[in-house]
Protein backbone atom coordinates (compact mmCIF):
# COMPACT_ATOMS: atom_id res chain seq x y z
CA UNK A 1 0.00 0.00 0.00
CA UNK A 2 1.34 3.39 -0.63
CA UNK A 3 0.86 6.84 0.53
CA UNK A 4 0.59 9.98 -0.46
CA UNK A 5 2.52 13.05 1.34
CA UNK A 6 -0.14 16.14 1.30
CA UNK A 7 1.55 19.04 0.35
CA UNK A 8 -0.77 21.93 -1.24
CA UNK A 9 0.70 23.78 -3.49
CA UNK A 10 -1.23 25.05 -6.97
CA UNK A 11 2.49 25.73 -8.78
CA UNK A 12 3.63 23.46 -11.73
CA UNK A 13 6.51 21.20 -10.95
CA UNK A 14 9.41 20.67 -13.07
CA UNK A 15 9.73 16.52 -13.67
CA UNK A 16 13.15 17.65 -14.84
CA UNK A 17 14.53 16.53 -11.18
CA UNK A 18 12.76 13.42 -10.88
CA UNK A 19 14.84 10.76 -8.30
CA UNK A 20 15.45 7.25 -8.45
CA UNK A 21 13.52 4.90 -6.10
CA UNK A 22 14.78 4.71 -2.64
CA UNK A 23 12.68 2.71 0.05
CA UNK A 24 13.57 1.36 3.44
CA UNK A 25 17.26 2.39 3.43
CA UNK A 26 18.91 3.70 6.46
CA UNK A 27 20.04 7.77 6.19
CA UNK A 28 23.77 6.76 5.18
CA UNK A 29 22.58 4.56 2.44
CA UNK A 30 20.16 7.43 0.89
CA UNK A 31 22.87 10.10 0.86
CA UNK A 32 24.81 7.98 -0.84
CA UNK A 33 22.67 6.66 -3.04
CA UNK A 34 23.50 7.17 -6.94
CA UNK A 35 25.42 9.79 -6.90
CA UNK A 36 21.80 12.36 -5.54
CA UNK A 37 23.99 13.36 -2.56
CA UNK A 38 22.88 17.06 -3.44
CA UNK A 39 19.39 16.16 -3.56
CA UNK A 40 19.11 14.72 -0.08
CA UNK A 41 22.19 16.24 1.89
CA UNK A 42 20.65 17.47 4.96
CA UNK A 43 22.61 21.08 4.61
CA UNK A 44 20.74 21.19 1.42
CA UNK A 45 16.82 20.84 2.21
CA UNK A 46 16.76 19.55 5.78
CA UNK A 47 17.23 16.09 7.65
CA UNK A 48 14.85 13.37 6.98
CA UNK A 49 13.03 12.62 9.48
CA UNK A 50 11.40 9.54 11.39
CA UNK A 51 7.94 9.45 11.78
CA UNK A 52 6.81 7.85 14.95
CA UNK A 53 3.87 5.96 13.98
CA UNK A 54 1.55 5.67 11.08
CA UNK A 55 -1.03 8.56 10.23
CA UNK A 56 -3.93 7.03 7.77
CA UNK A 57 -5.99 9.18 5.38
CA UNK A 58 -8.98 7.91 4.61
CA UNK A 59 -10.44 7.90 0.76
CA UNK A 60 -10.76 11.03 -0.55
CA UNK A 61 -8.94 12.61 1.98
CA UNK A 62 -5.75 14.59 0.77
CA UNK A 63 -4.36 18.11 1.72
CA UNK A 64 -3.92 19.06 -1.80
CA UNK A 65 -7.77 18.43 -3.28
CA UNK A 66 -6.55 15.84 -5.26
CA UNK A 67 -8.83 12.17 -4.73
CA UNK A 68 -7.32 9.21 -2.91
CA UNK A 69 -8.36 5.79 -4.62
CA UNK A 70 -6.61 3.19 -2.18
CA UNK A 71 -8.45 3.01 1.01
CA UNK A 72 -5.24 3.65 3.21
CA UNK A 73 -2.33 5.84 2.63
CA UNK A 74 0.76 6.65 5.65
CA UNK A 75 2.48 9.93 5.92
CA UNK A 76 6.44 10.10 6.54
CA UNK A 77 8.50 13.66 6.50
CA UNK A 78 10.37 14.36 2.98
CA UNK A 79 13.39 16.77 2.94
CA UNK A 80 12.22 20.35 3.28
CA UNK A 81 11.12 21.40 -0.44
CA UNK A 82 10.34 18.01 -1.60
CA UNK A 83 6.82 16.61 -2.14
CA UNK A 84 6.54 12.84 -3.50
CA UNK A 85 5.58 9.25 -2.38
CA UNK A 86 5.49 7.61 0.67
CA UNK A 87 5.28 3.65 0.39
CA UNK A 88 5.12 1.22 3.09
CA UNK A 89 3.74 -2.21 2.89
CA UNK A 90 -0.01 -2.70 5.16
CA UNK A 91 1.29 -5.79 6.27
CA UNK A 92 5.00 -4.72 7.60
CA UNK A 93 5.53 -3.99 11.25
CA UNK A 94 4.79 -0.58 12.77
CA UNK A 95 7.59 2.17 11.60
CA UNK A 96 10.92 3.23 13.93
CA UNK A 97 13.84 4.74 13.65
CA UNK A 98 16.38 4.49 11.58
CA UNK A 99 13.97 3.41 9.06
CA UNK A 100 13.00 5.63 5.93
CA UNK A 101 10.42 4.09 4.20
CA UNK A 102 10.52 6.82 1.01
CA UNK A 103 9.55 6.17 -2.19
CA UNK A 104 11.19 8.99 -4.13
CA UNK A 105 11.02 7.96 -7.95
CA UNK A 106 8.47 10.75 -8.32
CA UNK A 107 9.54 13.13 -6.00
CA UNK A 108 10.98 16.35 -7.57
CA UNK A 109 12.50 19.62 -5.73
CA UNK A 110 9.99 22.36 -5.39
CA UNK A 111 10.09 24.91 -7.58
CA UNK A 112 9.78 27.62 -5.29
CA UNK A 113 12.56 26.08 -2.99
CA UNK A 114 15.33 28.59 -1.91
CA UNK A 115 18.79 27.06 -2.09
CA UNK A 116 18.44 26.85 1.62
CA UNK A 117 16.79 25.75 4.83
CA UNK A 118 13.52 26.50 4.20
CA UNK A 119 10.57 25.52 5.99
CA UNK A 120 7.11 24.75 4.40
CA UNK A 121 4.31 26.82 4.56
CA UNK A 122 0.85 25.42 5.24
CA UNK A 123 -1.73 26.82 2.64
CA UNK A 124 -4.02 28.58 5.66
CA UNK A 125 -1.13 29.77 6.84
CA UNK A 126 -0.35 31.67 3.92
CA UNK A 127 -4.12 32.68 3.14
CA UNK A 128 -3.85 34.37 6.39
CA UNK A 129 -1.28 36.24 5.87
CA UNK A 130 -2.04 37.28 2.37
CA UNK A 131 -2.56 41.02 3.58
CA UNK A 132 1.28 41.35 5.30
CA UNK A 133 3.00 44.07 3.07
CA UNK A 134 6.71 44.63 3.69
CA UNK A 135 8.65 48.20 4.67
CA UNK A 136 6.36 50.75 3.78
CA UNK A 137 7.13 52.96 0.62
CA UNK A 138 8.90 55.98 1.86
CA UNK A 139 7.59 59.24 0.74
CA UNK A 140 10.05 60.35 -1.34
CA UNK A 141 8.95 57.45 -4.06
CA UNK A 142 5.65 57.67 -3.33
CA UNK A 143 3.15 60.06 -5.79
CA UNK A 144 2.88 63.76 -4.73
CA UNK A 145 -0.21 64.73 -5.94
CA UNK A 146 -1.42 61.66 -4.75
CA UNK A 147 -0.10 62.24 -1.36
CA UNK A 148 -1.40 65.75 -1.35
CA UNK A 149 -4.99 64.26 -2.21
CA UNK A 150 -5.34 61.94 0.46
CA UNK A 151 -4.12 64.00 2.81
CA UNK A 152 -6.73 66.41 1.97
CA UNK A 153 -9.58 65.12 0.41
CA UNK A 154 -12.44 62.54 1.66
CA UNK A 155 -11.64 58.78 0.79
CA UNK A 156 -14.45 56.92 -1.25
CA UNK A 157 -14.20 54.32 1.47
CA UNK A 158 -15.12 56.53 4.00
CA UNK A 159 -17.60 58.71 1.95
CA UNK A 160 -21.07 56.65 2.27
CA UNK A 161 -20.55 56.31 6.03
CA UNK A 162 -20.69 60.28 6.82
CA UNK A 163 -23.80 61.23 7.98
CA UNK A 164 -25.52 63.15 11.10
CA UNK A 165 -24.66 60.33 13.23
CA UNK A 166 -22.66 56.99 13.23
CA UNK A 167 -23.58 53.90 12.76
CA UNK A 168 -23.98 51.16 15.50
CA UNK A 169 -20.56 49.87 16.61
CA UNK A 170 -19.77 46.25 15.92
CA UNK A 171 -16.62 44.33 16.94
CA UNK A 172 -14.08 43.37 13.89
CA UNK A 173 -13.47 39.37 12.79
CA UNK A 174 -10.97 39.28 10.11
CA UNK A 175 -7.68 41.17 9.32
CA UNK A 176 -7.70 43.88 6.00
CA UNK A 177 -4.03 44.96 6.22
CA UNK A 178 -0.97 43.99 8.09
CA UNK A 179 1.94 46.80 8.16
CA UNK A 180 5.56 46.43 9.07
CA UNK A 181 5.29 50.14 10.38
CA UNK A 182 8.08 51.15 12.31
CA UNK A 183 11.17 49.77 13.42
CA UNK A 184 10.94 50.07 16.83
CA UNK A 185 8.09 49.81 19.32
CA UNK A 186 4.85 51.84 18.62
CA UNK A 187 3.73 53.82 21.43
CA UNK A 188 0.17 55.17 20.15
CA UNK A 189 -1.71 55.24 17.05
CA UNK A 190 -5.02 57.26 16.23
CA UNK A 191 -7.52 57.87 13.56
CA UNK A 192 -8.16 61.34 12.55
CA UNK A 193 -11.11 63.06 14.52
CA UNK A 194 -12.19 64.82 11.55
CA UNK A 195 -15.20 62.41 9.69
CA UNK A 196 -14.16 63.80 6.12
CA UNK A 197 -10.12 63.14 7.10
CA UNK A 198 -11.20 59.99 9.42
CA UNK A 199 -9.27 57.80 6.63
CA UNK A 200 -5.83 59.24 7.80
CA UNK A 201 -4.05 56.61 10.61
CA UNK A 202 -1.52 58.50 13.20
CA UNK A 203 1.60 56.21 14.59
CA UNK A 204 4.14 57.22 17.02
CA UNK A 205 6.94 54.84 17.45
CA UNK A 206 10.31 54.27 19.84
CA UNK A 207 12.16 54.92 16.19
CA UNK A 208 12.00 58.26 17.22
CA UNK A 209 9.33 58.94 13.81
CA UNK A 210 5.75 59.51 13.29
CA UNK A 211 3.91 58.72 10.29
CA UNK A 212 0.84 59.17 8.94
CA UNK A 213 -1.22 56.34 6.86
CA UNK A 214 -4.08 55.56 4.29
CA UNK A 215 -5.82 53.04 6.97
CA UNK A 216 -8.96 52.96 5.44
CA UNK A 217 -7.45 51.71 2.00
CA UNK A 218 -4.34 51.23 0.46
CA UNK A 219 -2.22 51.25 3.57
CA UNK A 220 0.50 53.78 1.72
CA UNK A 221 2.45 55.74 4.34
CA UNK A 222 1.60 59.02 3.22
CA UNK A 223 3.99 61.07 5.44
CA UNK A 224 7.07 60.33 7.75
CA UNK A 225 7.83 63.20 10.29
CA UNK A 226 11.78 62.26 11.61
CA UNK A 227 11.81 65.69 13.62
CA UNK A 228 12.51 64.43 17.13
CA UNK A 229 16.20 63.23 18.16
CA UNK A 230 14.45 61.21 20.85
CA UNK A 231 11.50 58.12 21.19
CA UNK A 232 8.61 59.56 20.46
CA UNK A 233 5.96 58.62 23.40
CA UNK A 234 2.67 60.20 22.38
CA UNK A 235 1.22 62.29 19.55
CA UNK A 236 -2.12 63.43 18.99
CA UNK A 237 -4.07 64.98 16.43
CA UNK A 238 -5.45 68.73 16.48
CA UNK A 239 -9.27 69.22 16.21
CA UNK A 240 -9.69 70.23 12.77
CA UNK A 241 -7.20 67.49 11.46
CA UNK A 242 -4.70 69.49 9.64
CA UNK A 243 -1.59 69.55 12.86
CA UNK A 244 -0.27 66.94 15.35
CA UNK A 245 0.91 67.73 18.68
CA UNK A 246 4.49 65.33 19.44
CA UNK A 247 6.18 64.68 22.57
CA UNK A 248 9.03 62.71 22.92
CA UNK A 249 12.09 61.65 25.36
CA UNK A 250 14.21 64.45 23.24
CA UNK A 251 12.66 66.55 25.82
CA UNK A 252 10.55 68.59 23.19
CA UNK A 253 7.12 68.90 22.21
CA UNK A 254 5.83 69.69 18.30
CA UNK A 255 3.26 70.97 16.64
CA UNK A 256 3.70 70.14 13.08
CA UNK A 257 1.69 70.64 9.41
CA UNK A 258 0.61 67.50 8.41
CA UNK A 259 0.31 68.24 4.91
CA UNK A 260 3.62 70.36 4.66
CA UNK A 261 5.41 68.61 7.25
CA UNK A 262 6.52 71.76 8.20
CA UNK A 263 7.55 72.37 12.00
CA UNK A 264 5.21 75.61 13.24
CA UNK A 265 5.70 75.49 17.00
CA UNK A 266 8.51 73.57 19.38
CA UNK A 267 8.96 74.15 23.07
CA UNK A 268 11.47 72.62 25.05
CA UNK A 269 10.92 71.01 28.67
CA UNK A 270 13.22 70.05 31.03
CA UNK A 271 11.75 66.65 30.96
CA UNK A 272 11.04 63.71 28.90
CA UNK A 273 7.57 64.04 27.75
CA UNK A 274 5.54 61.04 27.84
CA UNK A 275 1.84 62.22 27.62
CA UNK A 276 -0.21 65.20 26.27
CA UNK A 277 -3.23 66.72 25.98
CA UNK A 278 -5.01 69.28 23.83
CA UNK A 279 -7.05 71.68 25.56
CA UNK A 280 -10.74 71.04 23.96
CA UNK A 281 -11.98 74.83 24.30
CA UNK A 282 -8.47 76.39 23.05
CA UNK A 283 -6.35 74.41 20.51
CA UNK A 284 -3.59 76.23 20.76
CA UNK A 285 -3.54 75.46 24.75
CA UNK A 286 -1.71 71.39 25.02
CA UNK A 287 -0.60 70.42 28.19
CA UNK A 288 2.82 68.11 28.85
CA UNK A 289 3.83 65.72 31.27
CA UNK A 290 6.72 63.42 31.88
CA UNK A 291 9.33 62.48 33.79
CA UNK A 292 8.86 65.04 36.26
CA UNK A 293 6.64 66.49 39.40
CA UNK A 294 5.06 69.13 36.90
CA UNK A 295 2.49 69.26 34.51
CA UNK A 296 2.69 72.56 31.78
CA UNK A 297 0.29 73.83 29.69
CA UNK A 298 2.09 75.67 27.06
CA UNK A 299 0.14 78.52 24.41
CA UNK A 300 1.47 77.72 20.83
CA UNK A 301 0.85 81.15 19.79
CA UNK A 302 3.32 82.52 21.85
CA UNK A 303 6.01 79.40 22.77
CA UNK A 304 5.12 80.39 26.56
CA UNK A 305 4.06 78.18 29.95
CA UNK A 306 1.10 79.44 30.75
CA UNK A 307 0.50 77.22 33.66
CA UNK A 308 2.29 74.87 36.12
CA UNK A 309 0.19 72.12 37.71
CA UNK A 310 2.61 70.43 40.61
CA UNK A 311 2.38 67.52 42.52
CA UNK A 312 4.32 65.25 44.92
CA UNK A 313 5.20 62.60 42.38
CA UNK A 314 8.00 61.54 40.02
CA UNK A 315 6.38 61.01 36.67
CA UNK A 316 3.05 61.35 34.99
CA UNK A 317 1.79 58.75 32.76
CA UNK A 318 -1.35 60.23 31.06
CA UNK A 319 -3.43 63.59 30.84
CA UNK A 320 -7.12 63.75 30.15
CA UNK A 321 -9.36 66.25 29.86
CA UNK A 322 -12.71 66.07 30.90
CA UNK A 323 -15.99 66.78 29.58
CA UNK A 324 -15.88 70.91 28.94
CA UNK A 325 -12.23 71.04 29.12
CA UNK A 326 -12.63 72.88 32.81
CA UNK A 327 -10.62 70.12 34.73
CA UNK A 328 -8.58 67.38 33.91
CA UNK A 329 -7.25 64.20 35.57
CA UNK A 330 -3.37 63.17 35.74
CA UNK A 331 -2.34 59.37 36.28
CA UNK A 332 0.77 59.04 38.19
CA UNK A 333 3.75 56.83 39.17
CA UNK A 334 3.24 56.64 42.74
CA UNK A 335 2.60 53.61 44.87
CA UNK A 336 3.57 54.21 47.99
CA UNK A 337 1.56 52.92 50.89
CA UNK A 338 -0.60 56.55 50.61
CA UNK A 339 -0.54 56.23 46.91
CA UNK A 340 -4.64 56.92 46.93
CA UNK A 341 -3.40 60.66 47.21
CA UNK A 342 -1.68 60.63 43.97
CA UNK A 343 -2.67 57.74 41.54
CA UNK A 344 -4.91 59.56 39.88
CA UNK A 345 -5.23 63.61 40.52
CA UNK A 346 -8.59 65.74 39.15
CA UNK A 347 -7.24 69.38 38.38
CA UNK A 348 -9.34 72.77 37.68
CA UNK A 349 -7.37 74.12 34.27
CA UNK A 350 -7.67 77.63 34.98
CA UNK A 351 -6.51 78.19 38.93
CA UNK A 352 -4.34 75.46 38.91
CA UNK A 353 -5.53 73.81 42.07
CA UNK A 354 -6.33 69.93 42.83
CA UNK A 355 -9.67 69.70 42.82
CA UNK A 356 -9.35 65.50 44.21
CA UNK A 357 -6.76 63.02 44.89
CA UNK A 358 -8.99 60.68 46.61
CA UNK A 359 -10.28 59.14 43.24
CA UNK A 360 -8.16 55.48 42.87
CA UNK A 361 -7.58 53.87 46.61
CA UNK A 362 -5.53 50.63 45.12
CA UNK A 363 -1.91 50.15 45.02
CA UNK A 364 -1.72 49.79 41.00
CA UNK A 365 -0.80 52.49 38.78
CA UNK A 366 -2.85 53.37 35.70
CA UNK A 367 -0.71 54.12 32.36
CA UNK A 368 -3.47 55.27 30.50
CA UNK A 369 -7.39 57.21 30.47
CA UNK A 370 -10.16 57.02 28.13
CA UNK A 371 -13.24 59.58 28.07
CA UNK A 372 -16.81 57.75 27.37
CA UNK A 373 -17.72 59.69 24.07
CA UNK A 374 -21.18 60.34 25.58
CA UNK A 375 -21.53 59.62 28.96
CA UNK A 376 -20.04 61.26 32.30
CA UNK A 377 -17.56 58.79 33.09
CA UNK A 378 -13.90 57.60 31.83
CA UNK A 379 -12.03 54.45 32.23
CA UNK A 380 -8.39 54.10 33.78
CA UNK A 381 -6.20 51.00 32.85
CA UNK A 382 -4.71 49.75 35.58
CA UNK A 383 -2.05 47.44 36.31
CA UNK A 384 -3.75 45.20 38.17
CA UNK A 385 -4.52 43.87 34.83
CA UNK A 386 -8.38 45.43 34.56
CA UNK A 387 -10.32 48.80 33.66
CA UNK A 388 -12.01 50.90 36.10
CA UNK A 389 -14.67 53.15 35.66
CA UNK A 390 -14.88 56.57 36.97
CA UNK A 391 -17.32 59.18 37.04
CA UNK A 392 -16.27 62.71 35.43
CA UNK A 393 -18.40 64.45 38.20
CA UNK A 394 -17.30 65.32 41.47
CA UNK A 395 -16.29 63.61 43.31
CA UNK A 396 -14.94 61.46 40.41
CA UNK A 397 -15.96 57.76 42.53
CA UNK A 398 -15.07 54.80 41.25
CA UNK A 399 -17.53 52.23 40.29
CA UNK A 400 -16.73 49.07 42.49
CA UNK A 401 -19.74 47.01 40.41
CA UNK A 402 -18.17 47.53 36.92
CA UNK A 403 -14.63 46.27 35.77
CA UNK A 404 -13.31 45.03 32.70
CA UNK A 405 -11.14 42.69 33.39
CA UNK A 406 -9.79 39.60 31.33
CA UNK A 407 -7.03 41.02 29.65
CA UNK A 408 -3.02 41.48 30.90
CA UNK A 409 -1.15 44.55 31.28
CA UNK A 410 2.65 43.18 33.20
CA UNK A 411 3.98 47.03 32.88
CA UNK A 412 3.63 47.76 29.33
CA UNK A 413 2.05 51.02 28.49
CA UNK A 414 -1.35 49.57 26.91
CA UNK A 415 -3.83 51.86 25.68
CA UNK A 416 -7.96 51.50 25.52
CA UNK A 417 -10.60 53.58 23.91
CA UNK A 418 -14.33 53.38 23.45
CA UNK A 419 -16.48 53.12 20.46
CA UNK A 420 -17.93 56.55 18.90
CA UNK A 421 -21.54 55.40 20.45
CA UNK A 422 -19.21 54.38 23.38
CA UNK A 423 -21.01 51.26 23.84
CA UNK A 424 -17.66 49.09 22.79
CA UNK A 425 -14.85 49.26 24.94
CA UNK A 426 -11.73 48.10 23.67
CA UNK A 427 -8.02 47.75 25.04
CA UNK A 428 -4.81 45.88 23.91
CA UNK A 429 -2.79 43.23 26.03
CA UNK A 430 0.28 42.13 26.95
CA UNK A 431 -0.32 38.94 25.33
CA UNK A 432 -0.69 40.68 22.05
CA UNK A 433 -4.45 39.79 22.14
CA UNK A 434 -7.19 42.60 21.84
CA UNK A 435 -10.19 42.62 24.27
CA UNK A 436 -13.79 43.77 23.50
CA UNK A 437 -16.31 44.88 26.09
CA UNK A 438 -20.04 45.84 26.50
CA UNK A 439 -19.87 48.89 28.46
CA UNK A 440 -22.96 48.87 30.09
CA UNK A 441 -22.22 44.58 31.22
CA UNK A 442 -18.58 45.02 31.43
CA UNK A 443 -18.95 41.35 29.49
CA UNK A 444 -16.59 40.51 27.30
CA UNK A 445 -17.99 40.58 23.36
CA UNK A 446 -14.74 38.90 22.05
CA UNK A 447 -11.05 38.42 21.96
CA UNK A 448 -9.07 39.16 19.15
CA UNK A 449 -5.62 37.25 18.35
CA UNK A 450 -3.88 40.25 16.80
CA UNK A 451 -0.31 40.39 17.69
CA UNK A 452 2.86 38.12 18.58
CA UNK A 453 4.04 40.90 20.88
CA UNK A 454 2.60 43.21 23.35
CA UNK A 455 -0.50 45.12 21.99
CA UNK A 456 0.36 48.47 22.65
CA UNK A 457 -2.48 50.43 21.33
CA UNK A 458 -6.50 49.53 19.78
CA UNK A 459 -8.21 52.78 17.74
CA UNK A 460 -11.55 52.12 17.06
CA UNK A 461 -12.71 54.15 13.53
CA UNK A 462 -14.63 57.14 14.52
CA UNK A 463 -17.25 56.62 11.48
CA UNK A 464 -16.73 52.77 9.64
CA UNK A 465 -18.57 50.50 11.60
CA UNK A 466 -16.31 47.01 12.96
CA UNK A 467 -12.97 49.34 11.68
CA UNK A 468 -10.32 49.08 14.18
CA UNK A 469 -6.54 49.73 14.10
CA UNK A 470 -4.16 47.75 16.51
CA UNK A 471 -0.15 48.24 17.13
CA UNK A 472 2.41 46.19 18.84
CA UNK A 473 5.72 46.02 20.11
CA UNK A 474 7.55 44.81 17.21
CA UNK A 475 6.53 47.72 15.36
CA UNK A 476 3.57 45.73 13.25
CA UNK A 477 0.15 47.91 12.53
CA UNK A 478 -2.78 45.91 11.39
CA UNK A 479 -6.50 47.30 10.37
CA UNK A 480 -9.18 44.90 11.41
CA UNK A 481 -12.87 44.73 10.28
Known sequence: MTSLVAYDDSD????????????????DDIRQSQGNQK?????????????????????????????????????????LG?????????????????????????????????????????????????????????????????????????????????GPRPGRAAVPRCMQLSLQAHQAPINMIQWCPVPQ????????????????????????????????????????????????LTGSFDNTAMVTDVETGQQIVKVGNQFKVMCLAVQPNDPEVFLCG????????????????ERVYRARIQQTLAILFLTGGREFVTSSDSVSRDSAERTLIAWDFQTTAKVSNQIYHERYTCPSLA??????????QSNGNYMALF?????????????????????????????????????????GSVHFYDQQSARTLHTLLAHQQACMCVSLHPVLPAVVATCDWGGELRIWQ
Open 197 to 244: LSHLLLSASMDKTVKIWDGAESGQCLQVYSSHSGAVRDACWSPCGRRL
Open 371 to 380: LHPQQDSFVA
Open 39 to 79: WLDSNFYGPLLPSPHYKQLEIGQCGDGRTVSEPHREIYPLP
Open 391 to 431: STQRPYRMNKRRRYEGHKVEGYAVRCGFSPDGSILATGSST
Open 290 to 305: GYSAEVKAWDARTCKV
Open 82 to 162: LSGVVENSSNSKPYSAPQYCVNLTTAKRHPAAPLGVSPYIPKRQRLATQGTREEPTSLETNDKSTVSRLLTEVSERVRPYL
Open 12 to 27: QEDDDGALPHLANCPM
